[in-house]
């Protein structure tokens, strides 16, 4: 395919080097200045663009080597959002127990609004840097993340007395996102979205519940803002949404299928192609692909990156045969479950591991499909 989500792609953050995060740590210990800081950055940068390139990827992020975490980095800069004083912990749980993710709560204060391109210097940069036939792709949060961190508790009343402003402002500013990245030439944009996929698992919907949170209709909300958020954007630009279970450490949050989405989710969510986590049985069964309607793409998320061991290639066809029985064998692609550093720490694999892993992905995709 000429255009994304590409038969063989990857869904963003990529393993720290060890250089990185050594500069990263000197940096925030004031022991060298930030523009050492952003010149190691660049360079990592353009070391995981070669290795993108090099097993044969035909997108290419800048493996979000800028930022602490996936999402908060993004939601912080926009007008009328601050860190608060509290804290918002997550569970996460493996095989081996529980751990919990822990950062600082977000508080909206003032008008939500777009003050700047966010990501836009560091878009440019990674445009910069691939080489032709490669498209830079650009990930942030969706609309839903904002939201869904914090509820309505975390609005101010003095300044969102009816949360449909709220609403509204937010939709406003991610337009405002999608129009100015498209003008620094992205032609690929993914929107993070957890939430769409923890509101598939009962114990999260309790907890949005206990929280005064409309749980049985929250997707309908975040698929209406989303839309609003996407509604006029610029021709040639592509829109996917990644859509995973928590992703901390090799770690997760929730688990469930996508029954509970999928009908609303796939058939009126205005977007091109919907990665999606399959890793493992936490994800369900594939039964709820047959809701996807013809044009739009899923990437099915088969490899894992929350550990080293590498699949078997006839594992990744067999699963994707089991897949097209709900969507045509044309409709899908193949990626990795999630990315595989979500926040700066990584999981737990090797960076041999992670190349081994988007090798395989794309020589199963060019037997699969050529």
């Not at 995060?21 to 940068?45: C, F, K, M, N, T």
């Not at 032609?187 to 923890?198: E, F, I, K, V």
């Not at 009962?202 to 975040?222: F, N, V």
């Not at 999981?347 to 591991?353: H, P």
Request: proline letters at 5%; glycine letters at 8%; aromatic letters at 8%.
């Amino acid at each position: 395919m000429s255009e994304p989500p590409f038969r063989a792609d990857h869904v963003g953050s990529l393993l720290r080097p060890a250089a990185l995060l050594q500069a990263r740590a000197q940096y925030a210990a004031g022991e060298s200045p930030v523009a050492e800081l952003h010149s190691i950055e660049d360079d990592a940068i353009r070391d995981v663009g070669r290795m993108q390139r090099d097993v044969g990827l035909r997108s290419a992020t800048d493996g979000e080597f800028r930022r602490t975490s996936w999402h908060m980095d993004f939601i912080y800069r926009l007008g009328g959002i601050r860190a608060a004083d509290g804290q918002i912990t997550v569970q996460f749980r493996n095989a081996d127990g529980l751990l919990e993710f822990t950062a600082a709560a977000l508080a909206v204060d003032g008008p939500v609004r777009l003050e700047e391109p966010i990501f836009g210097e560091d878009f440019a940069f990674l445009k910069s840097t691939v080489e032709p036939g490669v498209t830079p792709k650009l990930t942030i949060p969706s609309p839903s993340m904002v939201h869904y961190r914090g509820g309505r508790a975390a609005l101010d009343p003095a300044v969102y007395p009816d949360e449909e402003q709220f609403w509204t402002d937010l939709s406003r500013a991610y337009a405002q996102q999608v129009r100015a990245v498209a003008e620094l030439g992205c032609r690929y944009l993914q929107l993070d979205d957890t939430s769409l996929a923890y509101l598939n698992d009962p114990a999260q919907r309790a907890q949005l519940a206990a929280r005064g949170d409309d749980a049985e209709h929250q997707h309908l909300r975040y698929i209406k803002q989303i839309n609003a958020a996407l509604a006029d954007r610029p021709a040639g630009l592509t829109v996917t949404t990644h859509m995973c279970r928590g992703n901390f450490r090799s770690s997760w949050a929730a688990e469930g299928g996508y029954d509970f989405v999928a009908e609303a989710l796939f058939t009126q969510l205005a977007v091109d192609g919907f990665f999606l986590e399959f890793d493992d049985a936490r994800s369900g069964g594939f039964a709820p692909l047959r809701f996807v309607p013809p044009g739009k793409l899923v990437v099915l998320g088969l490899v894992t990156t929350k550990r080293g061991a590498l699949e078997k290639k006839d594992d990744l066809k067999r699963r994707l045969d089991e897949a097209a029985r709900y969507l045509p064998l044309d409709q899908l692609c193949l990626s990795p479950q999630c990315g595989f550093s979500s926040t700066v720490e990584g999981n737990v694999l090797t960076y041999d591991e992670q190349v081994a892993k988007l090798a395989l992905i794309v020589e199963t995709a060019a037997e699969v499909w050529g």
